[in-house]
Nanobody, 122 residues
Framework: QVQLVESGGGLVQAGGSLRLSCAAS????????MGWFRQAAGKEREFVGG????????YYADSMKGRFTISRDSAKITVYLQMNSLKPEDTAVYYC???????????????WGQGTQVTVSS
């Protein structure tokens, strides 16, 4: 089982940038595909995107392409979500997740972090 801890959330003005981090620990934590989800107040959880175990492949939901970038460090245990040109509608709790299967199928994610709040002011 893998444990996930997100960090880096906060308050940012519209147009600004923020980088979220997710540290994975536990057995074989580097062997999981990793992804990010977000959930705005009163809305369903939304898949942002994912990255393969090797870090060589990424997938983004259509609405996230171009502004969001997912990467992972060489040790494969920290995953990042770089968010640029942020908009008020990006305000949400952002969750890191791990998958023992694919990185592009939201239903494959088995393990979740506690979430970190991102608030974008207009």
């Amino acid at each position: 089982q893998v444990q996930l801890v997100e960090s880096g959330g906060g308050l940012v003005q519209a147009g600004g940038s923020l980088r979220l981090s997710c540290a994975a620990s536990g057995r074989a934590s580097s062997s999981y595909a990793m992804g990010w989800f977000r959930q705005a107040a009163g809305k369903e959880r939304e898949f942002v995107g994912g990255i393969s175990r090797s870090g060589g492949s990424t997938y983004y939901a259509d609405s996230m392409k171009g502004r969001f970038t997912i990467s992972r460090d060489s040790a494969k245990i920290t995953v990042y979500l770089q968010m640029n040109s942020l908009k008020p509608e990006d305000t949400a709790v952002y969750y890191c997740a791990a998958s023992s299967s694919t990185w592009y199928r939201p239903s494959d994610y088995d393990f979740w972090g506690q979430g970190t709040q991102v608030t974008v002011s207009s």
